[in-house]
């Protein structure tokens, strides 16, 4: 190993600019504009697969944005075969003005890189590449087999990759899938993510009178869809974070006793976490605390509301329409199609018949755990204490990665998250940066991880 300690620690400089590159392309998975950027991207990938040292790169078209698959089967057949998952495409860099430095050109500042993808997930993946070359370079050879699985679309709820599982059962058949797109507890202490938050994804759209009308003329004789709208909101949810569509808790697998003390053994503070955020006060379900809140119980949320006049100054306007994207996460054994339907369900129950109401399914996702008592976590234990010089926590996610229920159900295999990104690193929104120190022992980790699997029998 030392020869592979001693090239990623001498080698950090470049593989840093070489993320920058990376970081450049703009690749806004959501954008219909950005998709030559796509393709550039996915091609930037594929060939910096092939300079590694990887024979097999291939980029498959999908309907969407391509995938980059590549493999290296000489490990032997007695020796575990690792798929690795990363995704390539970054979220929409809006609002733009809130920005230091510009999304799309790197910058290091504090022992920080900033770009948008730098912690979710470019800057990532590239943990894992980096990792790999070092093998190669050094070693000639990897100690396990490895599949490497990109793409460019878990951003807006990977839509194509669960047929691209199935079509290709053979080609990515693994014994267990990696990812780094997960975030660490706290600086300095590496972490083991064994649970994903599932996700339903919906758009309501009000339509009241056929035209805009003067307040003055026809208010307080036909219903005004934001009024109505805002009605239906507060419906969704009490004063103390319940959510009341019926049926929604029914598939909850209550928290276990052992799992609510392993919360507790988190080093959470309250005090810091609301400091940090400028809140007065924190918010969630009554009778948990607010680690479980944040990861282990669903949720409902508001993301964007709109509807009638939002210029300067004031306008008497009865709007005929409004609109709102609400998303729930879920827990185990919570699934995304029948929560869409319970939602849908609910709306039409509560909906006055003053408004048309149209509820949209937008996308889902189902929740994900993985078994800790296994050798693969185990060796991921031993390989964070050498990579870190810590001993790793225990943590669930209140984010989800969709693609890792497919991989149980369609390959078989489970996943083991070992994110080296921190949670306030802004992902998803200005100013997105990944801590450089974090990026190096990530290296460090990841190769010892390439070196422990290889010694399961
Ligand atoms: N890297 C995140 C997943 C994540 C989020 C992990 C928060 C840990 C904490 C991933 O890129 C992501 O953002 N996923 C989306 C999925 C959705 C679009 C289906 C998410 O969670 O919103
Ligand atoms: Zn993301």
Known sequence: ??????????????????????LRIPSISNNPDHKPDMQSCSKWLAKH????????????????HPIVYAE?????????????????????????ELWTDPPFEPTIKDGKIFARGTTDDKGQLFIHLK?????????????VNIKILYEGEEEIGSPNLPKFLEDNKELLKCNLVVISDTSMYTKGLPSICYGLRGLAYMQIDLVGPNKDLHSG??????????NALANLITKLKD??????????????????QKERDEFKRLPFNEENFKKELEIDE????????????????????????????????????????AGAKISMRLVPNQMPKKIAQLFEAYINKIAPKSVKVKVTDLHGGKPSVTPIDTPAINAAVESLKKGFGVEPVF????????????????????????????????????????????????????????NELSKIK
């Open 131 to 143: 990792s790999l070359e070092a093998y190669l370079k050094n070693n000639n050879s990897l100690p």
């Open 217 to 226: 003329s026809y208010g307080g004789g036909v219903d005004n869809p934001i």
């Open 72 to 96: 290296y089967m000489k490990a032997g057949k007695d020796k575990p075969t690792v798929l690795l998952y990363g995704h390539y495409d970054v979220q929409p860099v809006d609002p733009l």
């Open 282 to 321: 924190v918010f969630g379900e009554e009778g948990y605390t607010t680690t479980e809140r944040l990861s282990a119980r669903p949720t409902l949320d508001c993301n964007g509301i709109w509807g009638g006049f939002q210029g300067e100054g004031a306008k008497t306007v009865l709007p005929s329409k």
């Open 49 to 64: 697969i092939e300079s590694i040292g990887f024979e097999k790169v291939e980029v498959y078209n999908t309907p969407g």
């Open 395 to 450: 943590m669930k996610e209140g984010g989800s990665i969709p693609i890792v229920n497919s991989f149980k159900e369609i390959l078989g295999a489970d996943t083991v998250l070992l994110g080296f990104g921190l949670p306030d690193e802004n992902a998803h929104s200005p100013n997105e940066h990944l801590d450089l120190d974090n990026f190096h022992k990530g290296i460090l980790s990841i190769t010892h991880y390439f």
């Open 1 to 22: 190993m030392k020869n592979l300690i001693d090239f990623i620690n001498s080698n950090n400089v470049r593989f840093i600019e070489e993320l920058k590159e990376f």
């Open 239 to 256: 004063e103390k974070g319940k959510i009341l569509i019926d049926g929604f808790y029914d598939d909850v697998v209550p928290l276990s």
